[in-house]
C-alpha cells in the first residue's frame, strides 16, 4: 500500500512515514499543497493523510479538488491537523473524509486509523464481484474471464493480476505489492515470476494487452485508455 503525506512541519511528517514504514507501507512526503495535490493526481495513492493548514493550498481546497476529480474521488483521506476545533473536524468529515486526527497524536492511535480506512477501502473493493471496463469482463466469484464475449483462458495468477489490477485503474502498482498480491510475500527471487506472469497475461488479452502497462523501475497499472 502507498501512502502519500501532505505535512508542512517536517519533523511530523518525518515522524509519521516512520511509524507507517514500520508497519509494512509505502510512504511519500509533500510538504506544499499545490504540489501534495499534484502528486495525489499522478501517484493515485491508496491513502492520503492531509493536513489542512498548508502553504500554496489548504487541505480542505486539496481534498475539494480530489472529490471533483473522477480518478481520485474514492481516494481515501485522514486529515491530520493541529485545528482542533469542531467545525474544523465538521467541515472535513462533511466534505467525506474517511477519519480525522489531531495534533499532538499517539503514533499508535494513528497507524491504528490507517489500518482502519485500509481494511474498509479493501473490503469494499472485494464486495465488487465483477469487475469490467469495456469488453473485458472479470466474475470474481466463478474465476472467469471474458473479451468481447469470448472466455479467456488464465490461470489462476494472471486471474489474481488482472482483477487486482482493473480495480485500481491508473493507480501504478509496484513489484513488492503484485508479489505479495501473488505469493503472499515479497522478495526478488520472485521479480522474475511476476514478469513473466505478466507477460504471459498480456498474450492473452489480445486487443486489450495494452491496458496493462509498464512504469519502468516500479511496477506495472491498468491503463483503461489504452487497448488498440
Not at 464481484?129 to 466469484?141: P, T, W, Y
Amino acid at each position: 500500500m502507498h501512502i502519500l503525506i501532505v505535512e508542512d512541519d517536517e519533523d511530523i511528517a518525518e515522524l509519521v512515514a516512520f511509524n507507517l514504514e514500520r508497519r509494512g507501507w509505502r510512504t511519500t512526503l509533500v510538504h506544499h499543497g499545490i504540489e501534495g495535490l499534484e502528486k495525489i493526481l499522478s501517484l493515485r495513492p491508496d491513502l492520503v493523510i492531509l493536513d489542512i493548514m498548508l502553504p500554496g493550498m489548504d487541505g480542505l481546497s486539496i481534498y475539494r479538488a480530489m472529490k471533483a476529480n473522477p480518478l481520485t474521488e474514492n481516494t481515501p483521506t485522514l486529515f491530520l491537523t493541529a485545528r482542533a476545533q469542531l467545525e474544523d473536524r465538521l467541515a472535513g468529515l462533511q466534505l467525506g473524509a474517511d477519519d480525522y486526527i489531531t495534533k499532538p497524536f499517539s503514533p499508535k492511535e494513528l497507524v491504528l486509523r490507517v489500518q482502519n480506512i485500509l481494511s474498509r477501502a479493501n473490503a469494499g473493493a472485494a464486495a465488487c464481484l465483477v469487475v469490467r471496463h469495456k469488453g473485458l469482463v472479470l466474475d470474481k466469484n466463478m474465476l472467469r474471464a471474458a473479451a468481447d464475449g469470448e472466455p479467456l483462458d488464465l490461470t489462476t495468477a494472471e486471474f489474481k493480476l488482472l482483477a487486482y489490477l482493473m480495480e485500481r485503474p491508473g493507480k501504478v502498482q509496484d513489484r513488492y505489492e503484485l508479489q505479495n498480491v501473488l505469493f503472499g510475500y515479497a522478495d526478488t527471487t520472485q521479480s522474475r515470476t511476476l514478469d513473466t506472469h505478466i507477460k504471459r497475461l498480456r498474450q492473452k488479452l489480445g486487443a486489450y494487452a495494452a491496458c496493462i502497462a509498464t512504469e519502468r523501475g516500479v511496477g506495472y497499472y491498468f491503463s483503461p485508455s489504452n487497448e488498440s
